[in-house]
């Protein structure tokens, strides 16, 4: 049972929110009331906490009925504290209220669904590839890397053309990230390469960015076996450093960007990474000290002075809360 009350505040160092029983934080989004809204993607758990942090209420049923989810990836709240979820498998985007209660159900199909975010105009963006989790049928295509919907889940447009490799994983690969707006600029960086896209005005650039390490360069392989019985099995591997994991915007002009310390071991989750201050033109302003372990969001506080950072303790996870001043 998740603890009533979150702990206190450690005495030294940035404040951190032990968070008790939670196999772990994919997702994180503030209402307009200051609540916390968290997805625990792992247990299929939506977690609601007020302005206090102490836990209000948690909802989420795995199936395949109204307002139930099979794999989620990412959830977000809307300017009318809707909270909108993401479900690959279920090939559906699931609307709750704060209270949990199931508002309606956006079904998707010929192509695959990936991360939310808000857009401008009370928008959602969905893009074609999560980045933490890999899920697509045969049928699916990457037409576009985005699909702009309204607040009930219907499709408006698609954009941005998604990068291609004849190795068809490390495609996919290649256009898992993280999208940022500021304002009506749309910036993804790449989860795999210190590299972001700008979508501004109908034009598209882009930029790199300075990391500790040199980025190994995305490579695939495909290995074909057969089986004593004569079929054929395929083995696809990708080897690349995780470079980015987790990007959101700070005021009207800054994005923070959990950057990785150093190189990882292919696209497993294994690095540490710091919170980084960059200008929309990909300059590095600062860096923070602290180390967050197994973070694959973020989110800033409704009052834009701090950012509430996941970090793999220990004992449990904790929301790390770091002044941004």
């Not at 942090?53 to 948690?58: E, I, M």
């Amino acid at each position: 049972m998740l603890s009533l009350t979150l702990l206190s505040l450690c005495l030294f160092g940035p404040s951190a929110y032990p968070v008790e029983d939670v196999a772990g934080i994919n997702s994180l989004a503030f209402t307009s009331q200051k609540e916390l809204v968290l997805l625990d993607a792992r247990d299929l758990r939506i977690y609601v906490f007020d302005a206090d942090r102490s836990l209000k209420r948690q909802f989420g049923t795995k199936g395949q009925g109204p307002g139930e989810f099979q794999n989620p990836t990412s959830l977000c709240v809307l300017a009318n504290d809707e909270i909108a979820l993401a479900d690959p498998v279920g090939r559906q985007i699931i609307f709750f209220d704060t209270e949990g209660k199931h508002l309606r159900t956006a079904k998707v199909t010929g192509f695959a669904i990936g991360d939310l975010v808000p857009a401008p105009n009370n928008q959602l963006l969905l893009t074609s590839t999560s980045a933490t989790f890999l899920y697509m049928k045969m049928t699916d295509t990457l037409p576009k890397r985005f699909t702009l919907l309204d607040r009930r889940g219907k499709m408006l447009s698609q954009f941005g053309e998604p990068k291609t490799h004849e190795e068809f994983f490390l495609g996919i690969n290649l256009n898992q990230g993280y999208p940022v707006w500021l304002g009506e600029t749309l910036i993804y960086f790449s989860r795999i390469e210190n590299e972001a896209t700008v979508y501004q005005q109908g034009e598209t650039k882009t930029f790199r960015y300075q990391v500790p390490f040199l980025p190994k360069s995305p490579d695939a392989k495909t290995i074909t076996t057969k089986t004593p019985d004569g079929k054929t099995n395929f083995q696809m591997t990708v080897d690349a450093d995780i470079v980015a994991r987790g990007a959101v915007a700070w005021g009207k002009d800054r994005i923070l960007l959990l950057r990785a310390e150093t190189g990882g071991d292919g696209v497993e989750e294994s690095s540490l990474v710091n919170l980084v201050v960059l200008n929309p033109q990909g300059g590095v302003e600062k860096v923070f000290p602290t180390a967050f372990d197994g973070a694959s969001t973020l989110a800033v506080t409704p009052d834009g002075k701090s950012a509430l950072v996941p970090h793999d303790g220990e004992e449990s996870w904790e929301l790390i809360k770091v002044a941004l001043d």
